[in-house]
């Protein structure tokens, strides 16, 4: 069996054992070495699904839908279905997931463990605000049933809980109702930061989903300059387009990053000059939600040696100031990242004890693995953070430092006595004594 990866190949750690998992077997046994970690569809970045010991409890076998109620858009199925997966039943029955990360190949025990979010924050929060209950099995062989009413300590542990408080076995959920399969979506452009903040708050007081794409090649009095899409479920009609997706594929990993200043400039002029729509266009939901999912194996655009995403979340009386020097710090050191997303969380508190999603404004960046010199940029930025009182996303990191996972996630030592003794991830021994 191949050995899991994260999704930006970054670290390459090697589990001892892999053990595929399916509904018909107990999951844990006495020949497993530890400690266990369960992995998805290994959509996270970094080390947050790895373990460079133990076993890697794979949750793929973990595929079947057991309840859905058309009526009340309550779904319970196991945590190894994707996101795709359901989507597929419960979209042509009207109904949506109630928040969903940027793929729709990730696990809805992964979407769980991660306590995702999505472009409509600040209207339904996080993922784990949704979810109704699931069932825990820990390595004692005890299983638990979680819920707002039933073991819930363990139920905000586990929601945001990386995978560390024992394997989700079943998950069930509220979605939401939908006319259609359908988007309106409005884009506009803005020349730069300055412009985003009045243009962002307007859209979110009209639009429940909202996102920013941002040029962070652009200097001078364009510097933050991008564009802005404010979409809605569209309202029931009698006739739609016709969408058929259509998917290309990245065939190999070449030697080196197609990545680099030159057809990133190329690239994001490009996109700024696309095509807007002010006034508003139906867009299918695929498009719109998971632009990348069209690009099977667009990670291997980064060339072998992986990428690193820089996820963070700066508070809100800090993130117009360092939301600016972040993007002052990449033009200066002539970096530049292919995907450069700014988003507003809402006020709306993480039910997780390490849930990420916190108010303020979160910047998601991309960037070639170029060693040293990219550590040192990430370093800068984690200098950055840290004195702003913001924090990183562990899904998203594959060398967040020890003190600032600490400072960012204050919760983490009572969180700990939730973990499972026998789960442990090489993110956790990472970031913990």
Same mark, same amino acid.
């Given at each position: 069996m191949k050995t899991p990866l994260s999704w930006n190949q970054l670290p390459r750690v090697f589990s001892e054992k892999i053990h595929a998992l399916s509904y018909r077997q107990e999951p844990f046994s006495t020949h497993l070495p530890k400690p266990f970690l369960p992995y998805g569809n290994g959509r996270s970045y970094g080390d947050v699904c790895l373990t460079n010991e133990g076993t890697l409890l794979l949750t793929h076998g973990l595929d079947r839908f057991i309840e859905f109620n058309p009526v009340t858009g309550v779904i319970q199925c196991e945590a190894g279905m994707t996101l795709a997966d359901i989507l597929a039943l419960i979209v042509p029955q009207g109904w949506f997931?109630?928040?969903?990360?940027?793929?729709?190949?990730?696990?809805?025990?992964?979407?769980?463990?991660?306590?995702?979010?999505?472009?409509?924050?600040?209207?339904?929060?996080?993922?784990?605000?949704?979810?109704?209950?699931?069932?825990?099995?820990?390595?004692?062989?005890?299983? /638990?049933?979680?819920? =707002?009413?039933? %073991?819930?300590? !363990?139920?905000? *542990?586990? #929601?945001?809980?990386?995978?560390?408080?024992?394997?989700?076995?079943?998950?069930?959920?509220?979605?939401?109702?939908?006319?259609?399969?359908?988007?309106?979506?409005?884009?506009?452009?803005?020349?730069?930061?300055?412009?985003?903040?009045? /243009?962002?708050?307007? =859209?979110?007081? %009209?639009?429940? !989903?909202?996102? *920013?794409? #941002?040029?962070?090649?652009?200097?001078?009095?364009?510097?933050?300059?991008g564009i802005l899409f404010a979409g809605q479920h569209a309202a029931s009609q009698n006739t739609y387009p016709v969408f058929k997706e259509k998917t290309k594929r990245i065939p190999f990993s070449p030697p080196f990053s197609l990545i680099n200043p030159m057809s990133l400039r190329a690239f994001n002029a490009l996109y700024y000059r696309q095509s807007v729509k002010p006034q508003g266009a139906l867009s299918h939901y695929v498009p719109y939600f998971y632009p990348l999912d069209a690009i099977q194996n667009w990670n291997r655009i980064y060339g072998r040696q992986g990428f690193y995403q820089y996820q963070c979340v700066i508070p809100p009386d800090n993130a117009k100031e360092a939301t600016l020097i972040l993007l002052n710090t990449i033009s200066k050191r002539k970096e530049g990242s292919f995907l450069a997303i700014l988003k507003a969380f809402g006020n709306q508190p993480s039910i997780g004890m390490l849930s990420f999603a916190r108010p303020?404004?979160?910047?998601?960046?991309?960037?070639?693995?170029?060693?040293?010199?990219?550590?040192?940029?990430?370093?800068?930025?984690?200098?950055?953070?840290?004195?702003?009182?913001?924090?990183?996303?562990?899904?998203?990191?594959?060398?967040?430092?020890?003190?600032?996972?600490?400072?960012?996630?204050?919760?983490?030592?009572?969180?700990?006595?939730?973990?499972?003794?026998?789960?442990?991830?090489?993110?956790?021994?990472?970031?913990?004594?």
């Open positions: 997931l109630p928040v969903t990360p940027g793929t729709r190949l990730a696990t809805i025990g992964g979407a769980v463990a991660n306590d995702v979010h999505g472009k409509n924050h600040h209207i339904m929060g996080s993922f784990g605000h949704h979810v109704r209950a699931f069932e825990l099995w820990r390595s004692d062989g005890s299983i /638990l049933h979680c819920s =707002a009413t039933e %073991n819930t300590d !363990y139920f905000k *542990a586990s #929601i945001g809980g990386l995978g560390l408080t024992g394997l989700i076995r079943w998950v069930e959920l509220q979605l939401i109702p939908v006319n259609n399969s359908w988007m309106w979506v409005q884009s506009q452009r803005f020349q730069n930061l300055d412009e985003f903040w009045p /243009l962002n708050a307007q =859209a979110e007081q %009209n639009f429940p !989903y909202t996102v *920013a794409w #941002i040029d962070c090649m652009a200097g001078g009095n364009s510097r933050g300059r303020g404004m979160t910047l998601a960046l991309d960037f070639p693995n170029r060693g040293d010199k990219t550590l040192r940029l990430l370093a800068d930025f984690d200098a950055l953070v840290r004195e702003a009182g913001g924090a990183l996303y562990p899904a998203k990191d594959a060398r967040m430092p020890a003190d600032l996972f600490q400072s960012g996630f204050p919760q983490w030592e009572a969180f700990s006595h939730f973990t499972d003794p026998n789960f442990s991830s090489s993110f956790w021994k990472r970031v913990t004594p």
